[in-house]
């Protein structure tokens, strides 16, 4: 399985609109590869939050067409990254769309964890509710966002629905990178699945990003990392390794706490 991460710099003098096209071709440009991801808010930066109402769209919006058609020219699983979705009878959303090589909507993902300590997207945007995996030909995928990485428990529902990769766009800061990557190379060894995560390069709103994309393999390893600029990260995976780690190494069997209601 071969997996491309499109690590695509924001450029706050480059227009959304124009931004969304140059996306596109980069999906283009990865034909040929089975999976491909772009990072979280990568329409206007995760640290925009002054452009988030402005630029919030409904699910079915510009971001969705232009990354449908794009997944089918290209002929790939697309994990389109997330947008800031106008929800007509709610809250913005921070929300994540994956695509079929035939440009239909597979899955949707609402960010469930907001960063931001009771403000920016924290009181901006609402929470998302429940995990979402979506099923590929030669892998289960569980999606999170960015903060979600921080919070274990979601990886273990993940998991526990079936997923074997772990897909992670992000617009993570540079001035906490080392976080980055200790934490995809934590969730990869305590669940024995891939990690792909996919953060930004560029600026979001004077905030520098960390780039620095990475896949991590089942046991910890790093497979591939990115610089620190825009670039495509492009990896071959063997599907069969998560099951065969779990197997050789069965961890995840002794699982004591969270399984079930505790007695009394």
Same mark, same amino acid.
């Given at each position: 399985?071969?997996?491309?991460?499109?690590?695509? %710099?924001? &450029?706050? /003098?480059?227009?959304?609109?124009?931004?969304?096209?140059?996306?596109?071709?980069?999906? !283009? &440009?990865?034909?040929?590869?089975?999976?491909?991801?772009?990072?979280?808010?990568?329409?206007?930066?995760?640290?925009?939050? @002054?452009?988030?109402?402005?630029?919030?769209?409904?699910? @079915?919006?510009?971001?969705?067409?232009?990354?449908? *058609?794009?997944?089918? /020219?290209?002929?790939?699983?697309?994990?389109?990254?997330? $947008?800031?979705?106008?929800?007509?009878?709610?809250?913005?959303?921070?929300?994540?769309?994956?695509?079929?090589?035939?440009?239909?909507?597979?899955?949707?993902?609402? *960010? $469930?964890? !907001?960063?931001?300590? /009771?403000?920016?997207?924290?009181?901006?945007?609402?929470?998302?509710? @429940?995990?979402?995996?979506?099923?590929?030909? &030669?892998?289960?995928?569980?999606?999170?966002?960015?903060?979600?990485?921080?919070?274990?428990?979601?990886?273990?529902?993940?998991?526990?629905?079936? %997923?074997?990769?772990?897909? $992670?766009?992000?617009?993570?800061? @540079? !001035?906490?990178?080392?976080?980055?990557?200790?934490?995809?190379?934590?969730?990869?060894?305590?669940?024995?699945?891939?990690?792909?995560?996919?953060?930004?390069?560029?600026?979001?709103?004077?905030?520098?990003?960390?780039?620095?994309? $990475?896949?991590?393999?089942?046991?910890?390893?790093?497979?591939?990392?990115?610089?620190?600029?825009?670039?495509?990260?492009?990896? &071959?995976? /063997?599907? %069969? *390794?998560?099951?065969?780690?779990?197997?050789?190494?069965?961890?995840?069997?002794?699982?004591?706490?969270?399984?079930?209601?505790?007695?009394?």
């Amino acid at each position: 399985m071969r997996a491309s991460l499109i690590q695509i %710099a924001v &450029d706050e /003098d480059e227009s959304v609109a124009s931004r969304r096209q140059r996306a596109a071709s980069l999906v !283009r &440009d990865q034909a040929g590869s089975d999976l491909v991801v772009l990072p979280e808010l990568w329409t206007t930066g995760a640290f925009a939050y @002054e452009e988030f109402a402005t630029e919030a769209e409904p699910l @079915e919006g510009p971001t969705y067409e232009v990354m449908a *058609k794009a997944a089918s /020219d290209a002929g790939v699983w697309l994990h389109a990254g997330s $947008i800031p979705e106008r929800d007509p009878e709610g809250p913005l959303y921070n929300t994540s769309l994956v695509f079929s090589p035939s440009g239909d909507l597979a899955a949707a993902y609402r *960010k $469930i964890h !907001r960063f931001g300590f /009771d403000k920016g997207e924290a009181v901006l945007m609402g929470a998302g509710r @429940e995990p979402v995996t979506v099923r590929l030909p &030669d892998t289960i995928v569980g999606l999170a966002t960015c903060y979600d990485l921080r919070f274990p428990e979601l990886f273990r529902s993940l998991v526990d629905a079936g %997923a074997e990769t772990l897909v $992670i766009p992000a617009g993570w800061p @540079e !001035r906490r990178r080392a976080h980055w990557t200790l934490l995809a190379q934590a969730r990869a060894v305590e669940n024995q699945a891939f990690v792909l995560a996919c953060g930004t390069a560029g600026t979001h709103a004077g905030v520098p990003q960390a780039g620095h994309s $990475i896949v991590v393999d089942p046991w910890g390893e790093v497979l591939a990392e990115a610089g620190a600029g825009e670039e495509v990260l492009t990896v &071959d995976l /063997d599907p %069969a *390794k998560p099951a065969a780690t779990r197997e050789q190494f069965p961890a995840l069997k002794d699982r004591v706490l969270g399984l079930a209601p505790p007695r009394h």
